[in-house]
C-alpha cells in the first residue's frame, strides 16, 4: 500500500464515519419526534378516578396490555405504553423490561442499564421520559414525556394527571415544591 491509498482510504473512512453518524443522529432525532407525536394522540383519555379504570375500552386494553392492574397509579405505565408504540425492536424490549409501574425503580433500571440504546440526562429532550420523586415519600413519584423544550422549559404529555392524560408545560428551574426532578430518560 503507498502513502496516498493510506491517506485516501483514511479519508474514506472520516467520510464514512460521518455518514454514518449523521443517519444514526438523523434516525434518533425522528425517532424522538415519533414517541412525542403518539404521547398527543392520547391527550384527554380519562379514568374513572381512584386508578378505577379507563372510560375508553380501548385504551384500556392498551394500559392492561403494559401491565397496568386496577387500582396501580397509572403515569409510569402510560410512558411505557408509548414507548411500547412508538420504539423500534431494538430498544422496544430492554425499555419494557426497565419500565415497571414504580417511577423509582424504573429510574434506578435505566441509570443501572449498559445496553447504550438509553442515556440518563439532567437535560430534556423531546422523546424523553421525566421521571419525579415524592420529597414526603422517596418510593414515589410522577412521570410524563417530553415533547418539547424551549430553554429550561418543557412541555410533557402525562398519564394520570387530574385523572387524565394531559399537556403540562413545566420547568427545570421551577420544580413543585412537593418533587424532585430525577431526570430525564432518553433513546440515545
Known amino acids: 500500500m503507498n502513502t496516498k491509498t493510506y491517506i485516501y482510504g483514511g479519508a474514506g473512512l472520516v467520510i464514512f464515519l460521518l455518514a454514518v453518524s449523521f443517519f444514526v443522529t438523523n434516525n434518533i432525532r425522528k425517532l424522538?419526534?415519533?414517541?412525542?407525536?403518539?404521547?398527543?394522540?392520547?391527550?384527554?383519555?380519562?379514568?374513572?378516578?381512584?386508578?378505577?379504570?379507563?372510560?375508553?375500552?380501548?385504551?384500556?386494553?392498551?394500559?392492561?396490555?403494559?401491565?397496568?392492574?386496577?387500582?396501580?397509579?397509572?403515569?409510569?405505565?402510560?410512558?411505557?405504553?408509548?414507548?411500547?408504540?412508538?420504539?423500534?425492536?431494538?430498544?422496544?424490549?430492554?425499555?419494557?423490561?426497565?419500565?415497571?409501574g414504580s417511577t423509582q425503580e424504573t429510574f434506578r433500571n435505566f441509570k443501572n442499564d449498559k445496553s447504550g440504546l438509553f442515556k440518563v440526562s439532567n437535560k430534556a429532550s423531546a422523546g424523553s421520559l421525566v421521571i419525579w420523586q415524592s420529597k414526603t415519600d422517596n418510593s414515589k413519584g410522577h412521570a410524563g414525556i417530553v415533547t418539547d423544550v424551549n430553554g429550561t422549559t418543557f412541555t410533557t404529555i402525562e398519564g394520570n394527571k387530574g385523572n387524565k392524560v394531559a399537556q403540562v408545560t413545566r420547568s427545570t428551574a421551577k420544580i413543585p415544591s412537593n418533587w424532585t426532578l430525577r431526570g430525564f430518560i432518553k433513546v440515545a
Open 32 to 100: 424522538r419526534k415519533t414517541i412525542a407525536s403518539t404521547a398527543k394522540k392520547y391527550i384527554g383519555q380519562s379514568e374513572y378516578g381512584d386508578n378505577a379504570g379507563f372510560k375508553d375500552k380501548s385504551f384500556q386494553d392498551k394500559m392492561t396490555s403494559v401491565k397496568w392492574w386496577v387500582g396501580a397509579p397509572w403515569c409510569m405505565f402510560f410512558c411505557k405504553l408509548i414507548y411500547n408504540e412508538s420504539l423500534p425492536e431494538t430498544h422496544k424490549d430492554l425499555s419494557q423490561k426497565l419500565i415497571t
